[in-house]
């Protein structure tokens, strides 16, 4: 690995805890009984896709699938349960993550959407007193950016926005089609493969 002087990070499953399965069991206690169906459907038609790229908002998600059950359900219990998902931010991870930030140029990098955005950014906050965002030089959301990973031009943006060079930058994700793609810029990768137990705090102990 060349010499590092800027990492990018992503949030789910590498900082934040996540677990879908809390949200399909969430959504099928509202009613969705075959809430994986609608899942993989929508995933079909790119909603979920343009959710994330911001081209869609909260409430076209929300009437969507809401055509899917019988019975009215209320923005707040919709929300409730589509953030299921997210779980609590480690305080090891949150402490390197500080560490790393008097060494390097630390970043954010993210698909995300406005729902899940709005829950775990107040989260945060309610368990650390302090601003997420703050922890990084610039986090990046797709939701605000119009595009989302894989896609190659959302790492040539971020690189382009912060005058970042690809060599001394280092990507860190938890999907492979994510680090592919990155690799396709120049970017070193680390891989956090959740399968095997990976975690930053142990990927990153000596850096």
Request: net charge neutral; proline share 2%; no cysteine.
């Amino acid at each position: 690995m060349n010499k590092v002087k800027n990492i990018i990070f992503d949030l789910g499953a590498v900082i934040i805890n996540i677990n879908p399965e809390l949200t399909a069991k969430a959504m099928k206690n509202l009613g969705f009984n075959d809430f994986e169906k609608s899942y993989s459907l929508f995933k079909q038609t790119d909603i979920f896709d343009k959710l994330e790229k911001g081209l869609i908002n909260a409430d076209y998600l929300r009437n969507e699938l809401r055509k899917q059950v019988k019975s009215e359900i209320a923005d707040q219990s919709f929300d409730k349960a589509w953030g299921k998902m997210l779980l609590d931010f480690p305080k090891e991870r949150i402490n390197l993550l500080k560490e790393l930030g008097k060494k390097y140029n630390i970043y954010l990098l993210s698909n995300t959407n406005a729902i899940h955005y709005k829950q775990y950014i107040q989260a945060f906050i309610d368990q650390y007193g302090f601003e997420f965002n703050s922890l990084f030089v610039k986090a990046y959301y797709s939701f605000q950016m119009g595009m989302r990973k894989p896609d190659v031009n959302i790492f040539e943006f971020a690189l382009s926005d912060s005058k970042l060079l690809p060599g001394e930058t280092l990507f860190i994700d938890d999907l492979k089609v994510n680090i592919e793609s990155a690799k396709s810029t120049g970017l070193q990768t680390m891989l956090v493969d959740i399968a095997i137990g990976d975690d930053i705090v142990n990927l990153l102990d000596g850096f």
